[in-house]
């Protein structure tokens, strides 16, 4: 049974870091692409970043330059780098793990097979 656990959100200022971690079971994170994403109140759930099984990493334009994606093979994590952070980056943010992994589709949340539960991260302005 695949199990996806984001850790580390919370409550910032404008211009502080965060670090998101999700904790993968069931799966190898090496072998899948896992993606982050996130919806904000009355908004579509939108892509942030992702890094694919042979380590390559694809951001938003939105958070291009501010969020890093890594992933721990060891630790079977994968982690989510947030700089600089701004109000419009408050959401709800969830990990999630493709086993398929296809290139044209990894911006795409209905490709993404496992979930985590989300967790919030507020940035006040």
């Known amino acids: 049974q695949v199990h996806l656990a984001e850790s580390g959100g919370g409550l910032v200022q404008a211009g502080d870091s965060l670090t998101l971690s999700c904790a993968a079971s069931g799966l190898t994170v090496r072998r899948v692409a896992t993606g982050w994403f996130r919806q904000a109140p009355g908004k579509e759930r939108e892509f942030v970043a992702a890094?694919?099984?042979?380590?390559?990493?694809y951001y938003s334009d939105s958070v291009k330059g501010r969020f890093t994606i890594s992933r721990d093979t060891a630790k079977n994590t994968v982690t989510l780098q947030m700089n600089n952070l701004k109000a419009e980056d408050t959401a709800v943010y969830y990990c999630a793990a493709d086993q398929n992994g296809i290139l044209s589709t990894i911006r795409d949340p209905k490709m993404y097979d496992f979930w985590g539960q989300g967790i919030q991260v507020t940035v006040s302005a």
């Open positions: 890094v694919r099984y042979n380590g390559h990493t």
